[in-house]
């Protein structure tokens, strides 16, 4: 079996994100604190599960970091991992999805 690690990185503006939890909240958000954000990471441990789950049915042990969200810059990562960037246009506003992934032969 192959093992694979990775993480998921999320980079979007403030707009996007307050538009993307307001749509999901059902309310307006205005501030996005610590709660607000942790909804956006939901997001990416969604996408982390998913993907997952498929490498899994594919044969591979994954091994994936909680997400990594980054709104308007923030700070930058200095994850060791080659990345895909994909850059995604979302009825919320757009924003950059980084799948980084390393592939271990066992």
Same mark, same amino acid.
């Given at each position: 079996?192959?093992?694979?690690?990775?993480?998921?990185?999320?980079?979007? =503006?403030?707009?996007?994100?307050?538009?993307?939890?307001?749509?999901?909240?059902?309310?307006?958000?205005?501030?996005?604190?610590?709660?607000?954000?942790?909804?956006?990471?939901?997001?990416?441990?969604?996408?982390?599960?998913?993907?997952?789950?498929?490498? =899994?049915?594919?044969?591979?042990?994954?091994?994936?970091?909680?997400?990594?969200?980054?709104?308007? !810059? !923030?700070?930058? =990562?200095?994850?060791?991992?080659?990345?895909?960037?994909?850059?995604?246009?979302?009825?919320? !506003?757009?924003?950059?999805?980084?799948?980084?992934?390393?592939?271990?032969?066992?």
């Amino acid at each position: 079996a192959k093992d694979i690690e990775g993480a998921v990185l999320m980079c979007l =503006s403030k707009s996007t994100a307050r538009q993307y939890l307001s749509s999901v909240l059902g309310e307006v958000v205005e501030e996005l604190d610590e709660i607000a954000l942790s909804g956006i990471g939901e997001l990416g441990n969604m996408i982390a599960g998913s993907a997952g789950a498929r490498l =899994s049915e594919l044969g591979y042990d994954t091994v994936i970091a909680p997400p990594t969200v980054f709104v308007d !810059g !923030g700070t930058i =990562s200095t994850l060791p991992l080659p990345r895909l960037v994909l850059p995604v246009s979302s009825p919320f !506003g757009p924003l950059d999805l980084q799948l980084a992934a390393r592939i271990h032969a066992s």
